[in-house]
């Protein structure tokens, strides 16, 4: 009788194909984010995340159609992030099909935007993703990023959480530009200091390699876990993910079982 | 024949997946504002996202609480997804601001109390043999997205069949009134589980 923790592959989209790099700098094809998305909700994931990395405006506009074929034949929520800077865009994109929106950029720019977001189209939609790196000094210690985690803002990435939240957005998008691609665990201290921080949903992101690394990362207060790359190339497959979460005793939807 | 549903465009909610979601659990589906085809459809879908007095001026604004009141008069389906079941309710409290809904139920709308808000997610529900929405998948999850609920039906009186869930206190899923039904959650979005209680109320129409 509690909400299933989501597992969520997100699915990176250049020009409407999906590409996925290790550390956001080598990038391999990984195929059609239409029939991954439908393959990926074969398999039960709960939810998925198109993140747009197209950096031309004709480029973008593949998007909407990506998205529109999508809704089309996938019957569970999509976000969409990436580029995107006003509300004009976050209409056009709800219209197109997506479920939510993430914004990051532009929040940083203009944090009056989420208020402005969430008072026209609900909190409900409205994403803020956070790209985290570890920097020293004062502070959590957490630092927003931009660029793919290339600069660096000063914005203290727990404090940037807690006053998006505030403002209207009614979820964390959680990245660990450290741990992204390394395969080496989710940056724990990173979560649980944003959990602790807010209280909407907190998606965490970045640094999935093995199984035991999703459960490690709801046991300090995510509610949902993406990864990408690893689902993409089969290393780790979303209902093993689901039974790994089951066994360590967290609620997930497994359709094999119904509910559980 | 398929059942022929309009979805109510009073300009609230992702209409394309509903809209997508009906014809895939069988229905010829219409998205429209249109009253006259509101009023013929053999079933209305009315969805809604967003904040509570919004979509109540919407609804009010496409005329769309007459629409539903003279269906219902005639005995007509409606269907009320997510906010689209809330303004159903006598009235809906966000922020300090309290909103008359179409007072077809007996129930305030009010903030759920649960540690993490929004309510995001795929969540069990506490469906009864007496459902008929829920026939064949009680035991499934289904997905929810919303900060506000109604926790207590307030009547006595007539008591039509109620569903509950919970995150953080228990709340009212869905509710089946002879021919008005609402579910709290997005039936559109719920994957398998979703589209055969989309099925299952096109049952019901035929």
Redesign the interface.
Known sequence: ??????VIPCLDVDGGRVVKGVNFVSLRDAGDPVELAAAY?AEGA?EIVFLDITASSDGRETMYDVL?RT???V???LTVGGGVRCAGDVDRL??????KVSVNTAAIARPELLSELS???????VVVSVDARRVPGPGSGFEVTTHGGRRGTGIDAVAWAARAAGLGA??ILLTSMDADGTKAGFDLPLISAVRAAV???VVASGGAGRLADFAQAVAVGA??VLAASLFHFGELRITAVKESLRADGYPV?L?DT??S | MKPRVVVFDYGSGNLRSAHRALQRAGADSEVTADARAAMKADGLVVPGVGAFAACMSGLRAAGGDEIIAKRLAAGRRVLGICVGMQVLFTRGREHGVVTDGCALWPGVVDRLDASVLPHMGWNTVTATAVSSLFAGVAGERFYFVHSYAVKRWDSDGRRPVLTWATHGERFIAAVEDGPLCATQFHPEKSGDAGAALLSNWLEMIR
């Not at chain 1, 009788?1 to 989501?6: H, K, N, Y």
């Not at chain 1, 709800?94 to 479920?99: C, T």
């Open positions: 009788m509690t909400v299933a923790i989501r909700d709960d529109a809704a089309d034949q019957f569970i929520p709800l219209r197109a099909g997506a479920d008072a026209r189209f609900g909190s409900q939609c009614g979820e209280d909407v949903p509610d949902a939807r359709s119904g509910a």
